[in-house]
């Protein structure tokens, strides 16, 4: 009986860590940016990817948070101008805003007195820049959405090809070795989808707001061409 239940204490004594052992396996463990240096040289490039994609990102958000701005209160002013034949006042006013709404309402107060068609045509010609200068480099957004993950895919796949070839030399097929190599190369992936997603979702988010825009400032034009085609002292509703 003393026998058997030395034995008991012997196998709970293997069966519960030690300090030592569990010091150890917290001097294992690796940091976050351990882990992500793991990923191989691939990630330099994904790297860069990420800083430009917030880059742009940060830069187009000032940009077109301040541009796509639709102020109710100009149009009102500029038809109280325009009703009272100031076609300066109504330009100043349109200028004082500072975003492509004024400057579309300025290039229709400036051509007034040509024909109807004209005036239309010019405001929507000046829409088109307008949102052309916000489109700019959101197709970089849509190129790295694509090229991030690919990258990750790469360097996943040249770190498989790197495990099997050292397989075949070494003849070693551990679990250990297989899996260990493997998590380190499908970092990369990881990283680079992190990029794409990120890089995605801010284009479609900004082509979004850029639709609403042209949504709101065709009604501005249609609304203008409604207040120049009435008399004076006629308001439009």
Do not use: C, W
Request: glycine fraction near 10%; hydrophobic fraction near 45%.
């Amino acid at each position: 009986m003393s026998t058997f239940l030395q034995l008991q204490v012997d196998t709970l004594a293997q069966a519960i860590p030690t300090a030592d052992t569990a010091n150890a396996a917290l001097t294992n463990e690796v940091s976050v940016l351990e882990f992500i240096f793991k990923g191989g040289l691939f990630l330099i490039p994904i790297a860069l990817l990420l800083f430009y994609t917030l880059y742009i990102i940060f830069e187009r958000y000032i940009y077109i948070h301040k541009a796509a701005k639709i102020d109710n209160h100009l149009m009102s002013d500029v038809r109280n101008h325009l009703n009272n034949a100031n076609i300066d006042m109504a330009v100043m006013a349109a200028e004082r805003s500072g975003t492509a709404q004024g400057n579309i309402l300025k290039e229709g107060v400036l051509t007034i007195g040509r024909h109807i068609n004209e005036i239309e045509s010019n405001m929507e010609r000046a829409a088109n820049i307008e949102i052309g200068y916000m489109e700019r480099r959101l197709g970089q957004l849509g190129l790295i959405a694509g090229i991030a993950p690919t990258l990750g895919f790469i360097g996943t796949i040249s770190g498989v090809i790197k495990i099997f070839y050292s397989i075949s030399v070494t003849e070693d097929i551990s679990i250990g070795n297989i899996s260990g190599g493997l998590y380190e190369k499908m970092i990369s992936s990881g990283a680079g989808l992190i990029v794409g997603i990120i890089a995605y979702a801010a284009y479609h988010l900004f082509n979004g707001k850029i639709d609403g825009f042209s949504l709101s400032i065709q009604k501005q034009v249609l609304e203008f061409v409604n207040i120049i085609q009435r008399p004076n002292g006629h308001k439009a509703k």
